[in-house]
């Protein structure tokens, strides 16, 4: 019974990631709650997946002309070179403490979601 809640995490993993939104903000906190698996372990187990996950959705946002190419270039290098940069960071931090900065990492993003459309409701209430 187990691989259905493996395939539910999946599911919403690949949805949200799918989406363009991070699977990662779903599958990590399904991994580490869940089912119990160390923060590290967590993360390293979304990258894997997410992998294969975004190959299928860059491939299908390509097809219907949603990927903008200008800046590229420069959003992937200095996105290599940060990753790399966290990778290092990550491994010297307590699994608590990387947890509890995954927690306000999501607690941050979820108020600026909120602000975002609390904004957008206000302006068509005045326009």
């Not at 959705?57 to 790399?84: M, P, R």
């Amino acid at each position: 019974m187990e691989w259905l809640w493996f395939i539910l995490a999946g599911i919403a993993g690949g949805v949200l990631g799918g989406m363009g939104m991070g699977g990662g903000t779903v599958l990590i906190p399904l991994l580490n709650i869940g089912f119990g698996l160390e923060q590290h372990l967590a993360q390293a187990i979304n990258l894997i997946s997410f992998v294969p996950m975004a190959i299928v959705a860059l491939a299908i946002h390509v097809k219907n002309g949603l990927v903008e190419t200008s800046g590229l270039v420069l959003i992937i290098l200095t996105g290599l070179v940060s990753c790399a940069v966290g990778c290092f960071i990550a491994r010297e931090i307590n699994a608590g403490v990387l947890r509890r900065i995954f927690g306000g990492f999501l607690t941050i993003l979820s108020i600026i979601q909120v602000i975002g459309i609390l904004r957008k409701k206000g302006k068509k209430t005045r326009g």
